[in-house]
């Protein structure tokens, strides 16, 4: 069993709702992290077609068989039974109930509207890096990125090799099939591929619709497929105007960037070093895992980036309250104090509020306590 930092948030919660909702993309740990968290509730999996059948037939009987409360797993394939659920928990504050579910929008449109102010919305994420770190004596950034960081592949269960087509198969593109009923896979193949390529850049659904050969209407409804099931996720630049901050370009990331590397191409750390993805995946992994991390606390994911329109731009704006602390990502292992030119064009509104500056890099030697931060990435993924 790997640790998981989440499970101190799940039981703070768990102390202030009688219901708990665990999200998060497949093969996560989310089943083994509840289950092993509560060995005293019976578990249910609602991709189970008796289960389904039985939940579905008397959902009030289903859901009041066990005084302490129960597990119940994949619960977007059954909306109908968060009504009754809502009944019992008002009537029962005593039971808990601890839900999960792969698929992000159906699960939380339905959650949200029906068990409003009943349950906690938790995401338990790929590993984390200090989830990894007592793993391994050594953590090579090239051999993370490759790796990724699901479960089976750090608990020995699976290889790399293996594990990631496996998974595009058997996950992506069943909901695919399930929730667009895309009819040309190969094109949908596409997209994902394209959209490994443009790790860290903007997203242009102009541009990919062209070289898919499908509608930006379409490209679009791919991507929100893609975010619902925790493949990438979106960045958005600072704005002090929050409305003008979400409509203008975003950048794409992966959650997993082993998954990356797989729909890139790119099989051993030595074709990684070589790659022209590898700065791209680098600052990949400190962003997604600076998400992971926040989740992992029940902190808000919304981090952002800056960019102006003479090119000074800052990688990573990580919020704390109402200021920022601000990462500048380099893959190289060699210092460079042009790394820093960002931090010194910033406007003052942006200036003002940031409370510490680091460039994260790959290479040994730090510089830290000082105006404008040193870090080896493992510093700051620890």
Not at 78 to 107: K, N
Request: charged share 20%.
């Amino acid at each position: 069993m790997i640790h998981r930092d989440l499970e101190l948030c799940i039981r703070e919660n768990l102390h202030y709702f009688p219901v708990v909702t665990v999200t998060g993309p497949r093969q996560s740990g989310k089943t083994t992290l509840i289950r092993e968290m509560f060995p005293e509730l019976p578990y249910f999996s609602l991709e189970n077609p008796d289960t389904y059948a039985m939940a579905m037939s008397d959902p009030r009987t289903f859901l009041s068989q066990h005084d302490n409360g129960m597990i119940l797993d994949e619960v977007q394939n059954t909306p109908q039974l968060l009504s009754f659920l809502q009944g019992i928990v008002d009537e029962h504050r005593d039971r808990h109930y601890i839900l999960s579910g792969s698929s992000q929008f159906s699960l939380l449109n339905n959650v949200t509207q029906t068990l409003a102010g009943r349950t906690a919305m938790l995401e338990l994420l790929p590993l984390s890096f200090s989830e990894i770190k007592p793993l391994k004596e050594n953590n090579n950034a090239d051999q993370l990125i490759v790796s990724g960081f699901y479960p089976a592949i750090h608990a020995g269960l699976n290889i790399p090799r293996l594990f990631y087509p496996a998974y595009v198969r058997t996950y992506i593109e069943r909901d695919v099939r399930q929730l667009l009923q895309v009819k040309d896979l190969y094109q949908f193949q596409t997209f994902i591929r394209l959209c490994a390529g443009r790790i860290g850049s903007l997203f242009n659904a102009s541009e990919l619709s062209n070289e898919v050969g499908v509608s930006v209407n379409t490209i679009r409804s791919w991507l929100s497929l893609l975010q619902a099931s925790y493949i990438v996720f979106l960045v958005h630049p600072y704005y002090e105007n929050t409305r003008k901050r979400l409509t203008k370009t975003p950048k794409l990331y992966f959650y997993d960037t082993g998954l990356a590397c797989y729909l890139l191409g790119i099989e051993t750390e030595l074709q990684l070093k070589s790659d022209r993805m590898r700065g791209h995946l680098f600052e990949n992994m400190i962003v997604a895992d600076t998400i992971k991390h926040r989740a992992n606390v029940g902190k808000s994911v919304d981090v952002m980036f800056y960019r102006d329109s003479n090119g000074n731009e800052i990688d990573l704006l990580v919020p704390e309250g109402s200021s920022f602390e601000a990462y500048e990502i380099k893959s190289s292992a060699t210092y460079n104090s042009v790394f820093e030119k960002g931090f010194r064009n910033l406007p003052e509104n942006l200036d003002s509020k940031i409370v510490r500056r680091a460039v994260v890099y790959n290479g040994v030697e730090e510089r830290r306590n000082a105006p404008i931060e040193v870090l080896n990435y493992s510093s700051v993924l620890s």
